[in-house]
């Protein structure tokens, strides 16, 4: 089933075509004036520039007016076998497009709601039939009733005519177009960009990405690259300038770059509770309990420091490498 993008819009008319893999565009008069289309006929050779197959509006109130329409388009500089001519389904339409199919060109009778429209559409030879379901809905008319039954006409009289589904308004649309078997269909691209979602496999794909990242991922990457170390004689407000420049919930304690100790918020706030008159010139050395903090090398993976975070129970690893402490893995950047 051909996809095509339904649109006049330049800026998402180039996102869609970055796909590769659609087989054109359908635009309209109306979607060019909505956009502010001055100059139609440069737009269209821009257009053509960008897509595989362009279906544009030939129009005129007779066969040969439509006739002498697709063919001044064509020497725009248009190529007859990228370029569809869509003109809207009646007797002179429908003539034109024998008239122009006699001369090898592609041809869309569009604005079909009727059986009796897409048949003579059909025995005109046209490239493309394209009933507007959202449109015979919008009057509440069983427009996929009408398009099986197309679809039907066509596979019981062998027609090559392609039947387009157009007239998109949601995903559903999309479901009902591909159930019925139409050979393609012509969407907007804020419905096509919804035709890869679904709630389980962003779920899916999500966990998928935070696996390999614990099983690929060194600590050294993930860690934070800051300066995360001070001596225990510096000051409790030296500490807190310290941890706020960097964005750390703690700094290390260093001798000569190993780590004696932890300097971490939580001793922050549970020494303001029990201090009389703190004082932020007192040394953190009287504050802080000097052990060896918990530690990993920086060349563990992330699903090592995993369990390393639920076996020490802490929210900080320190991260070493030889013995020298490089920086600090906090357990919110297993999830970054």
């Known amino acids: 089933m051909e996809l095509y993008l339904d649109s006049a819009d330049l800026t998402e008319i180039r996102s869609a075509f970055k796909l590769g893999f659609l087989a054109g ?144 308004r949601h995903l559903e649309h999309i479901r009902n177009a591909i159930e019925i078997g139409v050979d393609t269909i012509t969407v907007p691209w804020k419905v096509m960009q919804q035709m890869t979602s679904n709630h389980l496999t962003q779920l899916g794909s999500d966990q998928f990405y935070l696996d390999n990242r614990r099983v690929t991922m060194t600590v050294a990457q993930a860690m934070r690259a800051a300066d995360v170390c001070l001596p225990p004689t510096s000051t409790v407000q030296e500490a807190l300038v310290h941890m706020t420049k960097g964005g750390f919930g703690a700094v290390v304690l260093t001798e000569n770059g190993r780590p004696v100790g932890m300097f971490t918020d939580g001793d922050v706030r549970r020494w303001l509770q029990t201090a009389e008159n703190p004082d932020l010139h007192l040394p953190i050395a009287q504050i802080a309990t000097l052990q060896p903090p918990s530690t990993i090398p920086a060349s563990a993976k992330l699903a090592e420091a995993e369990q390393r975070f639920k076996e020490a129970k802490v929210d900080q690893l320190v991260v070493v490498e030889e013995g020298q402490v490089l920086g600090l893995l906090d357990v919110q950047d297993l999830m970054a």
Do not use: W
């Open 25 to 168: 565009l359908t635009t309209t008069p109306t979607f060019m004036q909505r956009e502010g289309v001055l100059d139609v006929d440069a737009t269209i050779l821009q257009l053509a520039d960008i897509v595989p197959v362009l279906q544009i509006e030939a129009l005129g109130h007779t066969a040969e007016e439509i006739v002498a329409e697709a063919k001044r388009q064509e020497a725009l500089g248009l190529d007859r076998a990228r370029t569809v001519y869509k003109i809207p389904i009646s007797m002179e339409g429908a003539r034109a497009c024998r008239m122009l199919r006699e001369e090898g060109f592609l041809v869309n009778l569009h604005l079909v709601y009727t059986l009796q429209q897409a048949y003579i559409a059909m025995a005109a030879g046209a490239t493309y039939v394209c009933p507007l379901v959202g449109r015979l809905q919008d009057q509440g008319t069983d427009a996929l009733q009408l398009v099986s039954a197309i679809v039907d006409l066509k596979h019981r009289h062998g027609y090559e005519t392609k039947i387009m589904f157009s007239s998109v």
